[in-house]
């Protein structure tokens, strides 16, 4: 029996598939995804992401979880204007 491709709000993408199977073992022997341990590839891809944004930016933070990277986005902007004030929208998913 197949089991959806969605459920609670996280995708998979067929685990049980060969092909998909193969895929993400293959990525896995190219590189470790946690950047806590920077490799090649993830200098590189911040290299290439920086040159696409606006002059002085000059660094790349990556986070691990959609709260992680809310809470770093109200730490930099509160550094860069000063303000502490946020804007929440009711019954809506910050994470």
Known sequence: MDLPDCYNNVPVVGHSNPRVHDAVAAQLDRLNTNTRYL?????????????LLPE????????????????????VAREA??????????????G
């Open 39 to 51: 490799q090649r590839g993830v200098v590189e891809y911040a290299e290439r992401l920086a040159a």
């Open 56 to 75: 002085g930016v000059e660094q790349t933070m990556f986070t691990r979880s959609g709260p992680e990277a809310n809470d770093l986005a109200l730490r």
């Open 81 to 94: 204007t000063g303000h502490t004030g946020v804007l929440v929208t009711a019954n809506a998913y910050h």
